[in-house]
């Protein structure tokens, strides 16, 4: 464990100065992350479903990855997100809960340590905001606009958080462009100072699922937004931030990030009717056959999502890379780009490594295997071609995605000798329990 420590100091002290847009500017942030979609649902990772035009103009101008990995729903994602670390390091927190120790080490706090404001719109589900309003500004975030997770709805009547506050003005409007409204309009009041703005879509969630009763229709329906209505309206917001972005003359200072918080749903809410919800199977077209959604599973379905990143005369338009990405590396990434300060109280022990090499187009992020997990009794480590379970099931994961059939250790191609043995060793890793120290960046 010492000698990874030291090796993972050792590459985040290599990575030199930051890939910032000037030298007394750093570049502004913005990471839209959407909700329940997983890479089979998107144009430019071979989505044949739905129509994301203004999702794959991010990968036209940018660099997609084709391994990125969350965990397989979303409270867990939002977690590792924050604070750079594993669940299971954090001690795998309850659902709508995030540890208060941890509150001062978040990956926004880290940035309003660089001068960044910050804001977060949508979605937070790490507290009753009726209970702590001021919980996302303990978090980091400066400003916020977020909807009442397990207080109301987040669609069609929204309830509306913002800044400690109850929203009364939006009755009559659909959240997902409220939220969007309330970024545009921080990025317009910051557009001369560096700014983290975090759209943390509902889209394409169901309309409800932490609400017994049902919440309302979209006006002269009769059904509520269905997985490809939502999807259509995810690229519409999607479309509004970048457009935004543009026409502020924001967009050479300014790195994009799309990403999402696990696979597709399963089953899409579609009726209430006598008290009861009706759902529907949600399966979307990838390669001329139809995938069920996976959220939920720890299988490629249900883990592997999408990651854009566009920042104009910084990334080369176009490309793509098969480096690994896990949801833990958003912290050390901003965190460098930024050129922020890591101080040895501050996230001083984290999982992440930054990427943000890799978004400079010099090498790699020195992540040798990713981490997902399914609350702590379930989990698995794997590189580009090999997964690896904490049970010991071992699949061939780029020739074997439905994971039909496990290999036996005893079995392992000899070519595949290195990765089984770096899978195992990372397994006794996150066992545990210590993440790697963070290096200061400056």
């Not at 729903?73 to 669940?87: A, D, E, F, I, N």
């Not at 120790?101 to 507290?127: C, F, M, N, V």
């Not at 969630?205 to 269905?226: I, R």
């Amino acid at each position: 464990m010492t000698r990874l420590c030291t090796l993972v100091v050792s590459s985040l002290l290599c990575l030199g100065t930051p890939p910032t847009a000037s030298a007394d500017r750093p570049p502004n942030i913005v990471l839209i992350m959407a909700d329940d979609v997983g890479c089979e649902t998107i144009g430019c990772y071979g989505g044949q479903s739905y129509k994301t035009p203004h999702i794959d103009r991010l990968a036209r101008t940018g660099l997609k990855f084709t391994h990125c990995y969350a965990m397989p729903v979303c409270h867990p994602t939002r977690t590792c997100l924050l604070s750079g670390r594993y669940p299971r390091h954090q001690g795998n927190p309850r659902w709508g809960t995030y540890p208060r120790p941890d509150e001062s080490q978040t990956l926004a706090r880290s940035l309003q340590s660089a001068g960044y404001r910050t804001a977060i719109a949508g979605k937070w589900q790490l507290t009753l905001l009726l209970k702590d309003p001021q919980h996302p500004h303990r978090m980091g975030f400066d400003d916020y606009c977020l909807f009442g997770w397990h207080e109301g709805p987040r669609y069609h009547q929204p309830m509306i958080h913002q800044n400690g506050m109850l929203r009364t003005d939006v009755a009559d409007r659909y959240g997902p462009s409220v939220y969007v409204d309330y970024l545009v309009d921080f990025m317009k009041r910051n557009k001369d100072r560096p700014f983290f703005a975090f759209y943390s879509m509902a889209l394409c969630h169901d309309v409800t699922d932490d609400l017994k009763q049902p919440v309302p229709y979209a006006t002269g329906k009769d059904h509520y937004d269905t997985y490809p209505e939502m999807m259509a309206q995810m690229d519409i917001h999607v479309g509004r931030v970048t457009t935004a972005i543009r026409r502020l003359g924001l967009e050479q200072n300014t790195l994009v990030l799309f990403t999402t918080d696990n696979g597709t749903s399963k089953r899409s809410l579609h009726q209430a009717r006598g008290g009861k919800f009706i759902r529907r199977p949600v399966s979307s077209r990838i390669g001329g056959k139809l995938l069920p959604g996976g959220k939920g599973n720890l299988s490629d379905d249900g883990t592997h999502v999408p990651l854009l990143a566009s920042w104009p005369g910084r990334i080369k338009p176009g490309t793509t890379t098969d480096h690994l990405v896990d949801m833990s590396d958003f912290l050390p990434t901003f965190v460098e780009i930024a050129g922020a300060a890591t101080s040895a109280r501050r996230a001083t022990r984290i999982d992440g490594k930054s990427f943000a090499r890799l978004l400079a187009g010099r090498g790699g992020s020195g992540r040798r295997w990713a981490y997902a997990e399914r609350g702590s009794k379930r989990f698995f480590v794997r590189t580009q071609n090999w997964k690896l379970y904490n049970n010991g099931r071992l699949f061939h994961a780029s020739h074997d995605v439905n994971e039909k059939a496990p290999v036996p250790l005893n079995k392992v191609p000899r070519e595949a000798a290195d990765d089984i043995k770096l899978l195992q060793q990372a397994l006794k890793t996150i066992d545990d329990g210590h993440p790697f120290p963070m290096a200061k960046t400056r």
